[in-house]
């Protein structure tokens, strides 16, 4: 079946830093991906649709600077926060699906910590 | 815009037992699609079911099945038999055909199993 990779799986970094987490589909392409981001026992809220070769779509209220969103193949779409606060510690997590009317595959997300 | 609403925060059911996560749309769409997704501990995005809308029949996936009411824009989960893996985050998840497989999520619901 078709997977999703994500990486770090943990990452813990310093106020300040830039983080970027990787999603991967291994055995498909993916025109589209889509980025979560998830505070906890709460849902997943989306931040971003990543599409291939174009600039990324953000939701309101994300902010398209701090979370910067490279799509550069069919396979790999990549979230940068940059200059990461405390504030930005949560819970990442990708997706994507290989065609258009098929369930979408999640990674197995990305725990940031900002100390 | 959709919305997904799921008024069970928390749900607690008898190992062997069977227990319904409820859900509830919002939508001037008449075909769309619905699915249930599983998150266990390890916070990794399992799907469960899926439901096209214009399908009458209700599907089923072994022990899951779904009460499916257009009219009523109603999409609830039935859990046959509940094992202890089935403890999990629950999560209703809502998609329309032309958001390009983008996903509106529900609040989520925490099933406990009693062993």
């Known amino acids: 079946g078709a997977v999703v990779s994500q990486h770090p799986s943990r990452v813990i970094c310093k106020s300040g830093t830039s983080v970027k987490i990787e999603c991967r589909s291994l055995d498909f392409q993916a025109t589209t991906m889509f980025w979560y981001r998830q505070f906890p026992k709460k849902s997943l809220m989306l931040m971003a649709t990543?599409?291939?070769?174009?600039?990324?779509?953000?939701e309101q209220g994300v902010e398209k600077d701090k979370f910067l969103i490279n799509h550069a193949s069919l396979t790999l779409s990549t979230l940068t926060v940059t200059s990461a606060h405390p504030e930005d510690s949560s819970f990442y997590i990708c997706s994507a699906s290989d065609q258009l009317n098929q369930p979408q595959h999640f990674g197995d997300g990305t725990r940031l910590s900002i100390l | 815009a959709q919305t997904v609403t799921q008024s069970q925060p928390e749900m607690s059911v008898q190992e062997a037992e069977t227990v319904t996560l409820s859900c509830t749309y919002d939508t001037s769409e008449s075909d769309y699609y619905l699915f249930w997704y599983k998150q266990p501990p390890s916070r990794q995005m399992i799907l469960v079911i899926r439901?096209?809308?214009?399908?009458?029949q209700n599907a089923t996936e072994n022990r899951f099945s779904v009460n499916f009411q257009k009219a009523a824009k109603s999409f609830s989960l039935k859990i046959s038999d509940s094992q202890l893996g089935d403890a999990a985050m629950y999560f209703c998840?809502?998609?329309?055909?032309?958001?390009?497989?983008?996903?509106?999520f529900g609040g989520g619901t925490r099933l406990m199993v009693k062993p």
């Open positions: 998840a809502y998609r329309s055909p032309g958001a390009g497989n983008m996903l509106t």
């Open positions: 439901q096209e809308a214009y399908k009458q």
């Open positions: 990543s599409n291939e070769g174009s600039k990324a779509t953000y």
